[in-house]
T-cell receptor, first 113, second 111 residues
Framework: GENVEQHPSTLSVQEGDSAVIKCTYS??????FPWYKQELGKRPQLIID?????GEKKDQRIAVTLNKTAKHFSLHITETQPEDSAVYFC????????????FGAGTILRVKS | KAGVTQTPRYLIKTRGQQVTLSCSPI?????VSWYQQTPGQGLQFLFE???????NKGNFPGRFSGRQFSNSRSEMNVSTLELGDSALYLC??????????FGPGTRLTVL
């Protein structure tokens, strides 16, 4: 079955620095890759997503890149702020076959001010 | 539009009991997916319902089941509860092939 590996498990950065989180997926049928942010005690919320026909997508300080050949996708956060501190999850989905998301293990991001 | 809602928010049960959790999707969303979140296993897919039919299923034992009603509301049931079933159960709704919106979750504690 599909497996998604996520690294690193924890990441500490200084406010204003960039943060990068990387994921690898196993199922070549996956074609939808969302990133969720989950603050303590709250529900996961989508921050950005990318489909397999696109290599890169950007939304203000957040960007996602996808390398389908290598089955890698990454989240890039620039100019980090303390409110970016949260757990970030990547996921992969063979979305043509329904709405099943396979999640990575999560990355705890701490932004130090 | 109102977001995804889940009831109850908190639940305490004992081993061997059964439990039913409810999820009301965003109006117009016909797909409802369920996930289990634990510190050890992370977020794991349970199943997805679309137009009252189970469309996808994760790797959970048959004690975990679900259904969806004609108004797209969904319920999941766990029978013969085990200690390891203690988790946050999240449901998510979506339109076809698009972003999933999560509910606040039901925190289940099995004693």
């Amino acid at each position: 079955g599909e497996n998604v590996e996520q690294h690193p498990s924890t990441l500490s950065v200084q406010e204003g620095d960039s943060a990068v989180i990387k994921c690898t997926y196993s199922d070549s049928a996956s074609n939808y890759f969302p990133w969720y942010k989950q603050e303590l005690g709250k529900r996961p919320q989508l921050i950005i997503d990318i489909r397999s026909n696109v290599g890169e997508k950007k939304d203000q300080r957040i960007a996602v890149t996808l390398n389908k050949t290598a089955k890698h996708f990454s989240l890039h956060i620039t100019e980090t702020q303390p409110e970016d501190s949260a757990v970030y999850f990547c996921a992969a989905s063979p979305i043509l076959y329904g709405n099943k998301l396979v999640f990575g293990a999560g990355t705890i991001l701490r932004v130090k001010s | 539009k109102a977001g995804v809602t889940q009831t109850p928010r908190y639940l305490i049960k004992t081993r061997g009991q059964q439990v039913t959790l409810s999820c009301s999707p965003i109006s117009g969303h016909r797909s409802v997916s369920w996930y289990q979140q634990t510190p050890g296993q992370g977020l794991q897919f349970l199943f997805e319902y679309f137009s009252e039919t189970q469309r996808n299923k994760g790797n959970f034992p048959g004690r975990f089941s679900g259904r969806q009603f004609s108004n797209s509301r969904s319920e999941m049931n766990v029978s013969t509860l085990e200690l390891g079933d203690s988790a946050l159960y999240l449901c998510a709704s979506s339109l076809e092939a698009s972003e999933q919106f999560f509910g606040p979750g039901t925190r289940l504690t099995v004693l």
